[in-house]
């Protein structure tokens, strides 16, 4: 059985033309020859702040919140994004700095952001985030949040257009859903995603499937 398409996929880009550049953002034209040997242009967008020195734009957190006595807790950010016009729940993220390892800028956005003092416990290959529209990378750095540290028991995070929302890991899925029914936000996909997953793992292997004919 094959799980990979046949078709041919072999691509290669040939030269690269700005379009319009702002001070975060850049719009280029993409010539590149496809699959078939046909050259084509593809309009793409690319952050300005990426350096040579850094393998990735930026870092997504997953971080967990874990406290004695208490459920564990996945720790979102909820804030205005201009691009959307509206709020919207994601993981902690941000940009990685000039000469800063992935693992550095995923806690200094956790501390910024959220307050929070993490531990760094794993962390993805170089992943893309929107390849249809743009070049932008990302590592998704795990973190766990020792809760009983003093230092983590009244997190104070200085960024006043940044709402820290903790939802238990156990219904994530189905507090979200909740919050969604509340609340104007749009999810970042990254996020629902990994609470279908959590779904997928736990509560589906617990049914026997039945084969439709
Ligand atoms: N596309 C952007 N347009 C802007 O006008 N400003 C931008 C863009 N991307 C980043 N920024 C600015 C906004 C912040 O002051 C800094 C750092 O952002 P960071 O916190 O690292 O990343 P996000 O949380 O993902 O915004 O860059």
Redo the contacts with the bound molecule.
Sequence with gaps: MRYVSSAPTGGSTTTKSPLASG???RLEKTTYVDAAGTTRIWETAK?T?RRSTTTAD?VGIIAVLKRTLHKDCMVLVKQFR??LGCHTLEFP???IDDNETAEAAALR?LKE?TGYKGEVVGITPVTCLDPGLSNCTTYIVTVNINGDDPDNLHPSQKLEFVEVILLPLDEFQKKIDELLQREDVVMDSKVYIYAMGITQAFAKPKELPVLKQ
Excluded: D, H, Q
Aim: hydrophobic share 30%.
């Design positions: 001070k975060w953002v952050r702040t930026g201009p691009p993220a941000g940009l956005e952001e």
